[in-house]
Structures are given as C-alpha cells and as structure tokens.
C-alpha cells in the first residue's frame, strides 16, 4: 500500500546552491549554477504497513540499499529514502546495529526496515550510503555491507556515497580508486589528493558522491536520474518544490519583532503523526539541535513510534500527552496532507497552541499545516504562506511569491525542500545571522540572510 500522493507540477520555491555536477545530466538544470527544491501531499494511516511502492506494471522495480548505523546523518538518510521512493524505488532501510532502532547524529531515533544481515544475498540496482559521524565508521566497520557494496562496485552496479561516508567509508574499502571523489569540507583532506574534486556532485562511472545534507538534494536527484532518467528526476524535483537560482523566491518578513526567549536554550515542541513529512520534521529536528535549540519530538499518536508520509519510521521522544505539562517557546507543524488531519484532530495540540497564541510566544507551520492555523483562527490579521495545494485557503492571509514568510511570532514555509530555509531563518531569529551562517557551513548549504520586508 502506497502512501505516495502525487501532485500536478506547481510554480517553485528555492533551496541551495550546487557547485559543480559531474558527468551525467543535471535534470534539465543549469549544469554549473544552483539546484533548488519542490513540493508534495499524502495519504492518512493508522496501521504500520509496508514502505511505499511504485507502479509496477512496466518493467521491474529497482531496488535501493540505505544502510543506516548510530550516528548517521539523518537528513542525509531521510532525503535519500525520501526522494528515492517518490522516484518509484522499492528501497530498503537496513541497520548495521544490532537492533532495527537506530539514533541518528542529531538525536534522531529512526527504525530501519530489516537487519543488514538479511540483504547480503540480494542484488540492488543501487547502495546509497548517507554520512555522518561516528555512522560513517559504523558502515564502514559492517563486514556485511562492506561485502555488498564491494561486489555492487566489482558487478558495475550504481553505489554512492555522502558527507563523510566516501572518506570513512569508501576509501579503506578500496573502492575510490581513480575515482573523482568529493565529500564534506572536514573530511576533504582524506580523499587521494589526484583525484579529489570540490563539487556538490562527482559522478564517476557507477559512482557518485557528495558533500553534505546541504546538497542531498541534489545527490538523491542524480541517482534518480541514473536509474529512470531525467524527466522522473525532474518531475521528483518539481513535486520537492526545488527551484534554479533563476526562480527567486523571496523570504518575507512583516511586522519584525525580535524573537527573545531569555538567557534559556530556546524549548522548541515538534508534533508528529502518522503520514507527516519525513523530511520536513527531520530537516527541522537536525537544524534546529545543530543550533543548540532543546527540540522535543512528540507524538499525537498512543504511540511513540509513526509511520511517516514515504515510509520512514520516526521514533518521538514522547508523547504530546506529556509534552503538554511544560510551555515551549516555538511550537513547529510539519505538513502533509494526512499527518496535517491527524495533527489538526489533536485536542490537546489545539490547546497548544490557543495558548501560545495568548501568551505571545512564537508558532509555525509548513506544507499543508498553515490550514490548521487558519482553521483555529491563529492567522487572523497576519500574512503566511503554504503549500501551493493549499494556498488559496488562507485567503486574505496568503502570500504566494515567497517560501518563507514570518509575521511577528508566527513563521510559515512552503514545505518540502524549503524546510531548509524555514528552519535556518528560525535559527537566525532566535539565535541571529553568525549562528545561522554557522549551521549552514556545517550543512554545506548557502544560507542567505536577505528578507523582504
């Protein structure tokens, strides 16, 4: 059963820039500037079932490693998974730890689908190996993987590598040899200085590879293309809402007030639901702890564990039932159509929010959730943005030529890619430009500062 909910191709929103792609197309794209992303919906549930599917009416469907271990990139791992399944990739998240339960690099608890252990006899048309430390050292340690990805190189099938996995992972493997290889700035030294490339994407023969969660996009859109083509990748693209630097969607700002939350690290409340958007909580939760933030994951379902929009399985930290005791000062809602019901039909995260909205304290929404604001009239007298399905909603409050629009205390976003923007200018809001400049090197993502006022 799929929870893949396909939308028409909408006008774009932007995202970060890409330096230099290698080798294979570019998605339509110009080749040497900037990659930017697009947008999507979904499908309510409330049973655990299988990760997304494609049509499988044509030829076979291709099918995609992710292993993830503690400390992995979760941005990383999210995007690829992600992206991948919405491209029509059956792919399998598999752990290198003992247990399916994994807790990513920035707190992030993920479920894998299976045990690396059980994929050593398959064949995958790809193995995508996310980034992030210690995960890098975890792969690179899983004499199963190591198997498999060797014999993926050995049988020129497509296999890649991100962040600090083609330094710590690929390379003692032996399989970057006369490779051009990029990956993140800190672990660039590693890499054979010959053949090392400073690129956002290095495609070279079946492999690829790239530089950090700043430019997973990208990546997650190469292997697309690799394995169905350029007009899949560009429409993936699209339904990401990404954008060129040609397309300029603005950042808006009305009625600026400073966001100040004392001396305290600021307490920022995410809810989550079965059929949220992976990426959109995912990108939020690791931004926003880069920065120092105390985020707090909570599920309004009874239980800690959901089902989000393309199949990720995401771990919160506790039910909002038990988040309810404490204020926070910025309560975020991810979107997607069904987890934006499932968050909208929470008594308790009305509530929330009634009382946020008293007191002065900051809120926001992305994707589809600026309705639920709308709807419990937190909107009234204030501009916002959303994604383009339900712009028109907001009516009077809608603003749709920018991807991220703050008015006051409240913030809003598009959704999907533009989550990266929405959560950097959350960051510099509570924390200012240097810290938000500062998360988005870490990221290797272009943070642009300038807002429309």
Known sequence: MSLLLLLPPQ???????????????????????????????????????????????????????????????????VILIHVLRRAGAHVTVASVEPQLQVEAAGGTKLVADT?????????????????????????????????????????????????AAPAVTLLPWGLLKKKKTT???AFFAKLPTFWAVKSDIQVSGQLTTSRGPGTTY????????QLFGEKVA?????????????????????????????????????????GT??????????????????VVVASVEKTLEVLASQGTKIVADVLLSDAQESAHDLIILPGETAGAQRLSKSR?????????????????????????????????????????????KLKDEAINDAEVVIDGKLITSEGLATVTDFALAIVSKLFGNGRARSVAEGLVFEYQKNWSL
């Not at 044509?58 to 979760?74: C, D, N, R, S």
């Open 11 to 77: 006008s774009s929103t932007r995202l970060s820039p890409v330096v230099t792609v290698a080798a294979t197309g570019s998605f339509g794209l110009k080749p040497l500037t900037s990659v930017t992303p697009p947008r999507s919906t979904l499908k309510p549930t409330t049973i655990s079932i299988s990760p997304p599917t494609a049509d499988t009416n044509a030829t076979p469907q291709k099918k995609v490693l992710v292993p993830i271990g503690f400390g992995t990139e979760e941005m990383e791992a």
């Open 115 to 163: 045990s690396i252990s059980n994929c050593s006899d398959q064949i995958f048309d790809l193995v995508a190996l996310p980034g992030g430390m210690p995960g890098s050292a975890r792969l690179r340690d899983c004499d199963v993987l190591r198997k498999i990805t060797c014999k993926q190189a050995e049988e020129k099938r497509l296999y890649g590598a991100i962040c």
């Open 183 to 185: 990956c993140h700035p």
């Open 218 to 225: 990208q990546f997650a859109l190469s292997l697309a293309q």
């Open 234 to 274: 560009k429409e993936v693209a699209e339904l990401l809402l990404m954008r060129t630097d040609d397309d300029n969607a603005a950042k808006k700002e009305f009625n600026e007030v400073e966001w100040s939350v004392g001396h305290h690290p600021p307490s920022v409340l995410i809810p989550v639901a079965h």
């Open 277 to 294: 958007e992976e990426i959109e909580a995912v990108t939020l939760i690791d931004i926003l702890r880069r920065a120092k933030a105390n």
């Open 348 to 392: 308790i995260l009305k509530k929330l929010l009634k009382e946020q909205n008293s007191a002065g304290r900051i809120y926001g929404a992305v994707c589809s959730s600026p309705a639920i604001l709308h709807r419990q009239g937190l909107l009234k007298d204030k501009k916002a943005t959303a994604h383009p399905s339900v712009l028109d």
